[in-house]
């Protein structure tokens, strides 16, 4: 009885331990879609494609697109999009998914 006492309270602890990392990063980074979830949000209207948020940083500009993840940002959805310059500079440019306006800039 002891022993599954012991078992128990280490599984509980070892949950506690894996959830509290989790839950701090939560505050400090945004939480991110999987592509599934992100398809999902784009066809409900939650968020426009990412090839008409990428207009919102102007494509003139010559930045390549490195990465883009689709995150929540409090209640609303944003794109983080990791962008090379031509000089070789890498930005984290917000822009907001719905209506496709740049929110952090580079």
């Keep these: 009885m002891a022993h599954r006492v012991r078992i128990a309270v280490l599984l509980?602890?070892?949950?506690w331990c894996l959830a509290v990392p989790a839950r701090a990063?939560?505050?400090?980074?945004?939480?991110?879609?999987?592509?599934?979830?992100?398809?999902?949000?784009?066809?409900q209207g939650q968020a426009m494609p990412l090839g008409l948020a990428r207009r919102a940083l102007h494509p003139a500009d010559g930045d390549a697109l490195v990465r883009a993840r689709l995150c929540y940002?409090?209640?609303?959805?944003?794109?983080?999009?990791?962008?090379?310059?031509?000089?070789?500079?890498?930005?984290?440019?917000?822009?907001?998914?719905?209506e496709g306006r740049v929110i952090a800039p580079r």
Excluded: E, F, H, W
């Design 12 to 15: 509980i602890a070892a949950a």
């Design 73 to 98: 940002r409090g209640n609303s959805l944003v794109y983080v999009m990791t962008l090379l310059s031509r000089n070789g500079a890498v930005t984290n440019t917000i822009v907001d998914a719905r």
């Design 25 to 43: 990063q939560q505050g400090i980074q945004a939480v991110c879609l999987d592509p599934i979830q992100q398809r999902a949000a784009v066809l």
